[in-house]
């Protein structure tokens, strides 16, 4: 069966898409350099499955180590989700950014050629269609004018993966643009764990809940949208890891390099989360409306036709689901 290495597969979508790698029977290599992950979850993915996964501490942006790692494994496809991801820090430290997570895409494709190594499942993000793009966002639509230089390091590898595919007709790129990922395995023992302060909603409504932090504040309810929130996309975490998998039985079977989109093609407002996640787990949350973040845009959500069209995948899990499996994981999560 196929031997598959997962760059930061000990991260929030990595552990999750190794899970249903090894439930659908791949092989799973693991190169994390434990940056912005822990060991621990290594030994949590293997309790999930009841199968081992051969772990590499190793920073993707080393070329020697990465070389080591695929003369010693025979790989058939590489996961590229190792990269720094937080959108205000990015803001802050750009050459930080642009160094690690372009440095690292450069090294594994370089190494990837160097071994004959032809399929590419790229982490890329819907940050790369900016803020002008008509909602739902389609995969033929113009990308740039990213709002961070974190969006800017995803819209520049997937600029460096069209043209390095456009000169090697047997290499298999596929960049997933995901929208927002939120949710946790169903166990409990995997999930989002983000160091200090959550960015991003869904963990700071958990760590709201669990009386981690004081109070959620709703950045804005004055934006053109029903209730005044914001709208995004929010796709269960399982559902994404599943639609790599998926992607990855195409790039198997498919050369050229094919940007898809990972949705649920449904929006949802804070206000609608917020709501949803209380219902759900009987639990009163302590929010107040505060002012706007800066560079948040207003709505967008997914077009899902494409991932449907050429991966049959499509989300199955609701928002309950996520709330529900967010809040398990907060609370098993010591
Ligand atoms: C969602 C909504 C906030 C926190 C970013 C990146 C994307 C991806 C996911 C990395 C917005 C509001 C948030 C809070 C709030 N990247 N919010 N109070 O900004 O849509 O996407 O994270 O993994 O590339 O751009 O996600 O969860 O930060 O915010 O009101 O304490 O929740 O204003 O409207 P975002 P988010």
New binding site residues.
């Given amino acids: 069966m196929s031997r598959i290495l997962l760059s930061g597969g000990a991260g929030y979508i990595g552990s999750h898409t190794a899970v249903e790698l090894l439930n659908e029977g791949f092989e799973v290599v693991i190169a994390d350099n434990l940056y912005n992950a822990e060991k621990s979850v290594i030994d949590r993915i293997e309790e999930i499955t009841g199968k081992s996964v051969t772990f590499y501490e190793i920073d993707v942006c080393d070329k020697s180590a990465v070389d080591a790692l695929l003369d010693k494994e025979n790989i058939d496809a590489v996961i590229h989700f190792a990269g720094y991801?937080a959108?205000g820090e990015s803001v802050q430290k750009p050459l930080m950014y642009y160094r690690n997570n372009i440095d690292a895409t450069l090294t594994l494709l370089e190494s990837m050629k160097e071994h004959n190594v032809k399929r590419f499942i790229f982490s890329s993000?819907?940050?790369v269609y900016g803020p002008f793009n008509a909602i739902p966002y389609v995969e033929t639509m113009k990308i740039g004018d990213c709002t961070s230089p974190y969006?800017t390091t995803k819209l520049m590898i997937e600029k460096i993966l069209d043209d390095v595919a456009a000169t090697d007709k047997e290499l298999s790129v596929v960049s997933l643009r995901?929208f927002?990922?939120i949710g946790a395995h169903p166990s409990g023992l995997i999930g989002e764990k983000p160091s200090g302060i959550p960015?991003?909603?869904?963990p700071?409504i958990t760590q709201t809940a669990k009386g981690i932090r004081e109070c959620?504040?709703?950045?804005?309810d004055d934006y053109d949208t029903p209730d005044g929130t914001?709208i995004?996309d929010y796709i269960h975490v399982v559902d994404l890891a599943k639609g790599h998998v998926a992607a990855l039985k195409y790039a198997l079977n498919h050369a050229g390099s094919t940007p898809i989109n990972l949705g649920s093609g449904k929006g949802t407002s804070?206000f609608e989360l917020i709501k949803t996640f209380e219902r759900v787990n009987n639990i009163k949350l302590n929010y107040k409306v505060g002012p706007r973040?800066d560079g948040?845009i207003a709505a967008f959500y997914a077009d899902a036709a494409l991932a449907k069209k050429l991966l049959n995948w499509e989300t199955h899990q609701t928002l309950e689901d996520s709330c529900r499996d967010s809040w398990n994981w907060e609370c098993k999560n010591k």
């Fill in positions: 991801k959108v993000s819907a940050t969006g995901y927002n990922p960015n991003n909603l869904m700071y959620l504040t709703v950045f804005g914001c995004r804070v973040r948040d």
